[in-house]
């Protein structure tokens, strides 16, 4: 076998620390995949850290100067795992400029820089590989790069905030209290650093950004995503959303339109009987419809020390092959050769269509319902279910909760504005989107 291929770390934590297992403990496998062993010469971590290594011989060198990793002339392949945009973003730079190739997980990082990351490693002659950037240990990335490249993508569809989905599923099995949920997943190591990235969306936006621009072949615009997370949902939801024989989870969205290209993160009503409306807990799932293949689902863990290291190791796994071969004909960073993206526009979101789950509160008296479905009908909008609730005790207004069929969402927001003005409904109305995925 050919010398030893010698990387440096960045980033000891939840992620580097399974890295360093899998690299150790399937060595020798990972070196007949590879064609050559490849040995962590230098690791850079604060601290704190470094318990996540602990008994582990193979890291030779721990520093807290990633500096001096992203310098190191032996150092080939660089490992990102510090998360966050900066100074991951001056730290990856640094590496290319210094002719190393690049492994990251680094989400954020990817869809706010990527551009920048990509173009300054195409003039260097390097890679930059991030398939741990999004759902984890699924390969999500390879499979819309490589396994579907003869297809139009049509939609993509997914599940891709491990710790938001592990939060839905137990407010709907167990009937626990989000804070509690939330605290179980952090522990778990699942959650960012800062967890309202998780349940406001943004981790999620982050990961859709960049399967949007693998599916369409457009630049990376994460600052037109629309993001909306899981904090408004409330028991009463989950448990209505059942009753109409729906789930609900938090879904990227990202679909090629004839106006353009969506690009949303929402909360999302999805028909119970579909095989990603039971991906429960921390697990994520990515639907991918091609006009070829039809619909693919792609499943397993998407966070977590082993699970992100597995997708982590591959890639440097893909590096190493690739340095032994045709240097000139690597697969695109953004899965479409650098001189084909297109400048399709992200759509806002008030151009979107979908169907709508509302609630609201309604006086409890004759001619209630019939003036909210008179202004549905005004605005063109079909009412497809209706459920008027009990009313709680000694109250004088009930839930009324629909569903309706598809419209655009100005047409659906003109419409709530003028059913929240009435005075039969009390307080705002509530909106959740619902799709079918239908293949
Ligand atoms: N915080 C992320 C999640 C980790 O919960 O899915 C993986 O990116």
Same mark, same amino acid.
């Given at each position: 076998? *050919?010398?030893?291929?010698?990387?440096?770390?960045?980033?000891?934590?939840?992620?580097?620390?399974?890295?360093?297992?899998?690299?150790?403990?399937?060595?020798?496998?990972? =070196?007949?995949?590879?064609?050559?062993?490849? /040995?962590? &010469?230098?690791?850079?971590?604060?601290?704190?850290?470094?318990?996540?290594?602990?008994?582990?011989?193979?890291?030779?060198?721990?520093?807290?100067?990633?500096?001096?990793?992203?310098?190191?002339?032996? /150092?080939?392949?660089?490992?990102?795992?510090?998360?966050?945009?900066?100074?991951?973003?001056?730290?990856?730079?640094?590496?290319?400029?210094?002719?190393?190739?690049?492994?990251?997980?680094?989400?954020?990082?990817?869809?706010?820089?990527?551009?920048?990351?990509?173009? =300054?490693?195409?003039?260097?002659?390097?890679?930059?590989?991030?398939?741990?950037?999004?759902?984890?240990?699924?390969?999500?990335?390879?499979?819309?790069?490589?396994?579907?490249?003869?297809?139009?993508?049509?939609?993509?569809?997914?599940?891709?905030?491990?710790?938001?989905?592990?939060?839905?599923?137990? *407010?709907?099995?167990?009937?626990?209290?989000?804070?509690?949920?939330?605290?179980?997943?952090?522990?778990?190591?699942?959650?960012?650093?800062?967890?309202?990235?998780?349940?406001?969306?943004?981790?999620?936006?982050?990961?859709?950004?960049?399967?949007?621009?693998?599916?369409?072949?457009?630049?990376?615009?994460?600052?037109?995503?629309?993001?909306?997370?899981?904090?408004?949902?409330?028991?009463?939801?989950?448990?209505?959303?059942?009753?109409?024989?729906?789930?609900?989870?938090?879904?990227?969205?990202?679909?090629?339109?004839?106006?353009?290209?969506?690009?949303?993160?929402?909360?999302?009503?999805?028909?119970?009987?579909?095989?990603? =409306?039971?991906?429960?807990?921390? *697990?994520?799932?990515?639907?991918?419809?091609?006009?070829? /293949?039809?619909?693919?689902?792609?499943?397993?863990?998407?966070?977590?020390?082993?699970?992100?290291?597995? &997708?982590?190791?591959?890639?440097? /796994?893909?590096?190493?092959?690739?340095?032994?071969?045709?240097?000139?004909?690597?697969?695109?960073?953004?899965?479409?050769?650098?001189?084909?993206?297109?400048?399709?526009?992200?759509?806002?979101?008030?151009?979107?269509?979908?169907?709508?789950?509302?609630? *609201?509160?309604?006086?409890?008296?004759?001619?209630?319902? &019939?003036?909210?479905?008179?202004?549905?009908?005004?605005?063109?909008?079909?009412?497809?279910?209706?459920?008027?609730?009990?009313?709680?005790?000694?109250?004088?207004?009930?839930?009324?909760?629909?569903?309706?069929?598809?419209?655009?969402?100005?047409?659906?927001?003109?419409?709530?504005?003028?059913?929240?003005?009435?005075?039969?409904?009390?307080?705002?109305?509530?909106?959740?989107?619902?799709?079918?995925?239908?293949?």
């Amino acid at each position: 076998m *050919m010398e030893p291929v010698k990387v440096g770390l960045l980033g000891l934590g939840t992620v580097g620390g399974g890295t360093v297992t899998v690299l150790t403990r399937n060595r020798d496998e990972i =070196a007949r995949r590879a064609g050559r062993d490849i /040995v962590i &010469a230098r690791a850079a971590a604060k601290a704190y850290n470094r318990d996540a290594i602990a008994g582990i011989e193979h890291v030779p060198s721990i520093t807290d100067d990633a500096w001096a990793v992203v310098r190191d002339p032996q /150092v080939q392949i660089v490992i990102e795992l510090i998360g966050g945009y900066s100074p991951a973003r001056e730290l990856v730079l640094e590496a290319i400029a210094n002719g190393k190739h690049v492994v990251t997980a680094n989400k954020a990082l990817i869809a706010k820089h990527g551009n920048e990351i990509f173009a =300054a490693a195409q003039r260097r002659g390097v890679t930059v590989a991030f398939e741990a950037a999004v759902a984890g240990g699924i390969p999500i990335i390879k499979a819309l790069r490589e396994g579907l490249a003869a297809n139009r993508i049509e939609w993509i569809a997914g599940i891709i905030n491990g710790t938001s989905n592990y939060i839905l599923t137990q *407010m709907r099995d167990h009937g626990r209290s989000f804070d509690d949920a939330l605290a179980e997943a952090q522990a778990l190591g699942y959650a960012e650093a800062d967890p309202t990235f998780d349940v406001e969306g943004v981790d999620a936006a982050h990961k859709l950004t960049i399967l949007g621009s693998l599916a369409f072949g457009i630049p990376l615009q994460f600052d037109r995503a629309y993001v909306e997370g899981i904090t408004r949902i409330e028991a009463q939801d989950v448990a209505n959303a059942e009753e109409f024989g729906y789930r609900i989870k938090l879904l990227g969205i990202t679909r090629k339109t004839a106006r353009g290209v969506e690009l949303r993160v929402h909360p999302t009503l999805i028909p119970a009987r579909r095989l990603i =409306a039971n991906v429960n807990g921390v *697990m994520n799932a990515v639907l991918i419809e091609g006009d070829a /293949v039809g619909p693919t689902l792609y499943y397993g863990a998407g966070a977590g020390s082993l699970p992100t290291a597995s &997708a982590v190791v591959a890639d440097v /796994v893909d590096i190493v092959r690739a340095l032994t071969t045709d240097p000139e004909n690597r697969v695109p960073h953004l899965a479409f050769q650098p001189g084909e993206l297109r400048d399709l526009p992200v759509l806002p979101i008030d151009e979107v269509e979908t169907a709508y789950y509302l609630r *609201m509160q309604a006086a409890d008296r004759p001619g209630v319902i &019939a003036a909210v479905a008179g202004i549905l009908g005004d605005a063109g909008i079909s009412i497809e279910a209706i459920h008027q609730k009990e009313p709680a005790e000694g109250d004088t207004h009930v839930p009324l909760v629909m569903l309706t069929h598809r419209v655009r969402e100005r047409q659906m927001n003109d419409a709530i504005a003028r059913i929240e003005a009435l005075d039969a409904v009390r307080g705002s109305v509530h909106r959740i989107r619902v799709e079918q995925l239908a293949g």
